[in-house]
């Protein structure tokens, strides 16, 4: 069993997956108590346009400061990518010792294998992204960019 777990954890495709969250997370954290502004959004900046992931960034670095709700109005999905990031950081240093956090990090995965679950996921990112352009251009403005 620890042998698997092991020879799944370290797969490249798993390093680069944690790799990213790690980045992600220790990006944001020292963005936002540094005051700094993330990167600049290529397709806004070209487009004129905000793009599906537009304040994602603020949204992650609302919730190091504590504020939920601004980080939901930055990106609806900022809350649950900072806890698929956390998840994985934990799972990786801890999956092997702790049983609910391996149980837990396996079931995620479980989860998200089949490819019509991530074709799923897409549709919600991208109708998410939908919902916040038709209410912009309503004149609701709740939603930040």
């Known amino acids: 069993m620890q042998a698997e777990f092991t020879r799944r954890m370290y797969h490249p495709i798993n390093k680069a997956v944690l790799f990213c969250g790690a980045v992600t997370l220790g990006f944001t954290l020292v963005t936002a108590h ?3 502004n993330g990167p600049v959004c290529l397709s806004r900046t070209l487009f004129h346009m905000p793009c599906p992931g537009c304040g994602i960034t603020r949204s992650l670095q609302s919730i190091w400061l504590g504020n939920l709700e601004l980080s939901f109005q930055f990106h609806p999905l900022g809350i649950p990518l900072f806890l698929v990031c956390a998840g994985a950081i934990l799972y990786w240093l801890l999956g092997s010792k702790v049983g609910f956090i391996r149980r837990m990090g396996e079931a995620f995965a ?17 109708g998410i992204y939908v919902v916040r352009i038709v209410l ?6 709740y939603f930040r960019w």
């Open 110 to 126: 479980t989860f998200f294998r089949p490819r019509s679950r991530q074709i799923g996921a897409g549709i919600v990112y991208l």
């Open 136 to 141: 912009d251009h309503s004149g609701n403005h």
């Open 34 to 36: 540094f005051h700094a």
